[in-house]
């Protein structure tokens, strides 16, 4: 598994970013994919997760109703559309790769399940 982020960028509050996660080796199977995101100064935070099958995601609070999650596993590629960007969301987004059995139908908020992270993309909103 390689992870390799990207999408990132400066943009203005209110504007929307879309997220790309890529297995460039293409080895990832039947795994779940997170975003997790740090700001400067702060730790690194839970921000949305999707299962295999797609079917379960979950997001954290600060970004649900304008984050989305999804995935096209026929391209080993996991996707965080974000919109309404406010200035707190200005982080490092890093993906990762939850290779648990339980990745097959549900998605975990937990960054201890994710063993393959990439290596992180830039995000700015300016207020």
């Known amino acids: 598994v390689q992870l390799q982020a990207s999408g990132g960028g400066l943009v203005q509050a209110g504007g929307s970013l879309r997220l790309s996660c890529t297995d460039s080796?293409?080895?990832?199977?039947?795994?779940?994919m997170g975003w997790f995101r740090q700001a400067p100064g702060k730790e690194r935070e839970f921000v949305a997760a999707?299962?295999?099958?797609?079917?379960?995601?979950i997001y954290a609070d600060s970004v649900k109703g304008r984050f989305t999650i999804s995935r096209d596993n026929a391209k080993y590629t996991a996707f965080l559309q974000m919109n309404s960007l406010e200035s707190e969301d200005t982080a490092v987004y890093y993906c990762?790769?939850?290779?648990?059995?339980?990745?097959?139908?549900?998605?975990?908020?937990?960054?201890?399940?994710?063993?393959?992270w990439g290596q992180g993309t830039q995000v700015t909103v300016s207020s």
């Open positions: 999707i299962s295999w099958r797609g079917g379960a995601t």
């Open positions: 080796k293409r080895t990832s199977s039947n795994n779940g």
């Open positions: 990762a790769v939850d290779r648990t059995v339980s990745a097959l139908h549900s998605a975990s908020r937990r960054p201890y399940v994710y063993d393959y």
